[in-house]
């Protein structure tokens, strides 16, 4: 008798035995198809709930026959026990391993799985296969370092939009990494609930405008407490990779510091500087004032990132006309500066700037970094 016959005979009531002994010993692929699919209806049938040994022995069997068939019926066996809390482990083992499209709904799905099932699919299976298990309702740490590890940035996007998945802080810290030279990840990233604000805040300068003001709002909802242990996560990963300083820095470094000496540094004389292309005492200044580091400065301005000066001013508890004065001057060449500069206005207004202190302090994480370099 075969493993097949000895399996049905063990497994399926008397007034079905001799039918299914007959299909065990066919040959015909239809014929084994329609024991595949009685064995699986007795498998759900009364009792729903099988003995350990009479489970691993339907998993050993109904995996045997699964190999034979066609991808349609390997499909519709696992469409079958994916979410089923008592498959047969060794079935589901198989399932998993096959072709995407019939692992798909069990690795999403199936809680039969354990994490070493699921990490070695994920080492050894394609990145189809890996945006599945991205997809489960819960991921552990150990699973999500692992697709961190071995996923493309479609897995991975995949993970950060999982509200389910626990990262680890290396794994969260990696994923950030990615994002940063990755548009397609930067929504993802930024608004994943879970995702620390240290990390969350190293993003804003690489985003688009709506994330940015994503940032801030979550900057602004911040609990004191939390803020404290973000900055302090954040503290001992801040590193500067800002090139050389201007030719004109340390003379505009004493230049201002004169100004400061003698009460004279104030936001309009800022505005004088930029008017008359004192580019670098400008961005001296504005560090000064801002309590930030000259790269950071340098960056904000450099690239016109006029959301991120106006953190900046509004921190410092600059007029808006102020903020306004340096948009303008800093959108001189541009078209249409004073509508540009007029919609940054408004956003000014929006800024709460008990948001820009908070988002400042990320920033200046960078000042003392340097500092203590």
């Known amino acids: 008798m075969t493993a097949a016959a000895a399996a049905a005979e063990a497994a399926v009531e008397g007034s079905r035995l001799p039918h299914l002994i007959a299909l065990a010993g066919e040959t015909s692929s239809d014929k084994r198809r329609l024991l595949l699919r009685e064995l699986t209806d007795h498998f759900f049938g009364d009792p729903p709930v099988h003995t350990a ?3 691993a022995l339907y998993g050993d069997v109904l995996a045997q026959l699964s190999d034979e068939m066609e991808t349609a019926v390997r499909a519709e066996l696992a469409s079958r026990f994916a979410e089923a809390p008592h498959a047969p ?5 198989r399932l998993a391993n096959d072709e995407v499209e019939i692992a798909d709904k069990v690795l999403r799905a199936s ?15 394609g990145q189809g296969h890996i945006r599945a298990v991205s997809g489960r309702a819960e991921v552990s740490e150990a699973l999500s370092d692992a697709i961190v590890e071995h996923g493309d940035d479609e897995a991975l996007g995949a993970l950060l939009r999982n509200d389910g998945a626990r990262l ?4 969260s810290e990696t994923a950030v990494e990615r994002a940063k030279v990755n548009p397609a ?12 604000a240290d990390l969350l805040n190293e993003m804003y300068f690489v985003v688009e405008a709506r994330l940015r003001q994503h940032i801030l709002e979550q900057n602004a909802r911040m609990d004191p407490d939390l803020l404290e242990a973000a900055l302090a996560a954040g503290r001992t990963r801040v590193a ?16 201002v510091n004169e100004l400061r000496a003698a009460g004279q540094l104030t936001p309009q004389v800022l505005a004088r500087f930029l008017r008359s292309n004192g580019r670098t005492p400008f961005l001296v200044a504005l560090s000064q004032l801002a309590d930030v580091d000259f790269h950071t400065a340098r960056r904000i301005v450099e690239r016109k990132e006029l959301d991120a000066l106006a953190v900046i001013c509004k921190a ?18 541009e078209d249409n500066p004073m509508g540009k500069a007029g919609a940054y206005g408004r956003l000014y207004g929006e800024l709460s700037r ?3 202190l908070r988002t400042l302090r990320f920033w200046r994480m960078r000042r003392g970094a340097q500092a203590a370099a």
Request: overall charge negative.
């Open 53 to 55: 040994a009479e489970t």
């Open 89 to 93: 482990h060794r079935l589901i083992q």
């Open 111 to 125: 809680p039969v799985l354990t994490d070493a099932d699921l990490i070695t699919v994920i080492r050894s299976r």
């Open 168 to 171: 680890s802080r290396a794994a």
């Open 185 to 196: 990840l930067h929504a993802a990233t930024v608004e994943r609930k879970s995702l620390p």
């Open 240 to 255: 500067t990779d800002d090139g050389a300083l201007p030719a004109d820095y340390a003379e505009s470094v004493a230049y």
């Open 316 to 333: 410092a508890d600059m007029d808006r006309a102020i903020f306004l004065t340096y948009a303008v001057v800093l959108l001189g060449s």
């Open 354 to 356: 008990d948001a820009a």
